[in-house]
């Protein structure tokens, strides 16, 4: 065996077993929210299994803006732009056994004066449970509120 194999082996077994778990898969669902004083709920073709998440919501329509899934890296932030105004910042925090995953979520607005940094209009910590969706909402959009429903996959 030679020296340089030796050195990998030994560096392998000193840094011990990756105690990181693999990237959170978050489902994210985008919806514009408006009143349109429509008769019954309209909601967009896809967006049924997000219906009871959002049913206590004073809208009558929901249109799908945009749907990922994303890959977020423990420890690590993971952006994805919900419109010109708005990024959503995931940072997955640490795994349960249940497989419930605490994370920090913040959306940050793109201030009018763009030499200024983005202000976090919206920064928590949930604990996410697999296969249960959450949302986040309020923030203005197109007249009406975008309003963003997650899921731990």
């Avoid at 082996?9 to 929210?33: F, W």
């Avoid at 349960?96 to 763009?114: H, S, T």
């Avoid at 604990?127 to 309003?147: I, N, Q, S, T």
Wanted: proline share 7%; net charge positive.
């Amino acid at each position: 065996m030679n020296l340089v194999a030796l050195t990998i082996i030994v560096g392998a077994v000193l840094a011990g077993p990756d105690d990181t778990p693999p990237p959170a898969r978050v489902a994210v669902v985008v919806v514009h929210a408006t009143r349109e004083a429509r008769e019954r709920t309209h909601f967009d073709p896809g967006l049924e299994p997000i219906r009871e998440t959002v049913s206590d919501l004073n809208f009558d329509t929901y249109r799908k803006i945009a749907a990922k899934v994303l890959n977020a890296s423990f420890e690590e932030e993971t952006r994805f732009k919900l419109s010109k105004k708005y990024t959503l910042v995931l940072t997955p925090l640490s795994k349960a056994r249940n497989g419930a995953v605490r994370m920090k979520v913040r959306i940050d607005m793109l201030p009018e004066n763009l030499r200024k940094k983005p202000v976090a209009v919206i920064s928590t910590t949930v604990v996410a449970k697999p296969g249960k969706h959450f949302r986040l909402g309020g923030l203005r959009y197109d007249g009406g509120e975008l309003v963003i429903v997650m899921e731990l996959k």
